[in-house]
Structures are given as C-alpha cells and as structure tokens.
C-alpha cells in the first residue's frame, strides 16, 4: 500500500511538473536531455544511468488511438549488493485530458455493477456514508466518486470523495466506511460508483533488472472507456508521456537504460 501510495504521489506532481507543451511522439530517448532535469540522471555513449529511486519523465505528446505505440528499452542494475537485490522498473504511460489534468486509474478503472446513490446525507467530517447497494463494491483500496453515469459519460471522472475502508449491510442499505473524513457534505440521492486505484499504464510491463541486460516492451492502442491497462487508452486521453520508475524498491542501486524506443504505426 505504501508503495501503490508513493506512486500515486509521483503521478499527481506531473500535473505541476511545468511539462506544458505537447508535440510529436519521441522516437528515442537516449541522453539525459531527453527527460526531465534531475541530477540523478545521466547518460555516457546512448547509455543513461540512474542514481537512487528515480523517475524518468518524458516530454508530453498527443496520442492518436488508431495508431499503435510500442514502447521499448533494455536494462540492468550496476551496483547490486546480492543476486535477489535487483532494481524494479515500472516502464509506460503518464497520460492527460484535453485540460491537461492527468487521468489515473481513479478516474478511470470502473468496478462494473457499483453505480448506486447515497441514501442519506452525510455532513462535513463524516467517516461513514450509507448507500443504497454495495454488494459489487471491491471493499478495501477502492475509491468512491460522485456524479456517475450508467452510460460511462462521465469517464474520466475527477469528482473525487473518498477511499473505501470497508463495505457492510446494515438495517437494509449498505454502510460504507470512508478512509478519511468528508471533505465536504455529501447529499441523498448523489449518484456514485466505485473506481480502482493505479497511478500509470505500465505498457511495457514491471520487471526487476538485475546485473544482466534485460528488456521490456509493450503496445498500446485504441480506447476504452472504463477499463485501465497498458494495451488500451482511457476514455479522454489526448495527451501522454513516456514514464519509467527506477531503482523504486532499493534507492541505493543504480540503473542502466539503453536502446529507448517508442515506435508508432
């Protein structure tokens, strides 16, 4: 959880990263320009390393969903204390609506069969509310927005209320305990569903590189609404860029990236 947490942190500091405009997908990112200024990050002959937990952050570019985008890299970790300390890489997408907020799994990742409403109002500061069905809820790590649609319309939906702590029925509706206090009142009849958390589209995939060379690749393409994967676009990306997480469970290490390629088709 702490880890999903720290990840999710990263992913909202791109909305202010000042990464404003967008422009053609990259075909290479092989120098340390090619990413966003950190002094962790360096690169010597097309080969970049990388000092401590890192994240790599290319330049935004508009997506097209017709077309494929294969996202490709090799890489290994320089300075393991052991055979079972290898540095974790999580390599994808970041991607953003037509406002430029960055769409998550929260917006996006639908819990088919949670549209339900809010039965009784909740005030400010409340850490239970009471809904009218909770039997599909996915109880703990879920997340409860406001303003849903059956038809998805709504998707991405950045109305936001709270994490769910846990579900249960109760004298016939269904409580439902909030991770954290309402931030504001919540009214009966509030039509709301649950989401999945997830920070990135690791399209590429989630490997942990050791001493040796290894690879990852993946390919993304069309839209989804409702679905967060990272084969397809969310419903409202227009925007993305290229994300890679380094060293993520051991800050000590180093890792090496080389042959960095995004091909679109």
């Not at 330049?59 to 017709?66: E, H, L, T, V």
């Not at 939906?157 to 919540?186: H, Q, S, T, Y």
Request: aromatic content about 6%; glycine content about 8%.
């Amino acid at each position: 959880m702490k880890k999903q947490m720290t990840i999710l942190m990263g992913a909202a500091l791109l909305t202010v990263s000042g990464m404003l405009g967008a422009q053609e997908p990259p075909a290479t990112l092989n120098t340390a320009a090619d990413w966003n200024k950190n002094a962790n990050i360096s690169d010597v002959d097309g080969v970049i390393n990388v000092k401590k937990m890192t994240q790599l952050s290319s330049k935004r570019f508009n997506i097209d969903p017709a077309k494929k985008y294969t996202l490709k890299l090799s890489a290994r970790a320089v300075n393991m204390e052991n055979e079972k300390a290898g540095s974790l890489i999580y390599a994808g997408f970041a991607v953003f609506d037509q406002k430029g907020r960055m769409i998550s799994a929260i917006n996006s990742a639908v819990v088919a069969g949670t549209l339900t409403e809010v039965v009784e109002d909740a005030a400010k500061g409340a850490t239970v509310i009471k809904i009218k069905d909770g039997s599909k809820f996915a109880k703990k790590y879920g997340v409860i927005v406001a303003d849903a649609k059956a038809d998805l319309s709504d998707l991405p939906n950045f109305n936001f209320i709270a994490g769910v702590k846990d579900i249960a029925a109760k004298d016939g509706v269904w409580e439902v305990a909030l991770e954290k206090p309402l931030v504001r009142d919540l009214k009966a009849g509030t039509v709301i569903r649950e989401h999945m958390r997830g920070g990135y589209l690791y399209t590429a995939g989630i490997k942990s590189a050791g001493k040796d060379w290894i690879t990852l690749s993946g390919t993304i393409t069309g839209m989804k609404k409702g679905s967060w994967n990272g084969r397809v676009w969310p419903a409202g990306a227009v925007k993305a860029q290229i994300i890679i997480l380094s060293n993520w469970t051991n800050k000590k290490l180093e890792t090496q990236f080389k042959d960095i390629s995004l091909t679109v088709e």
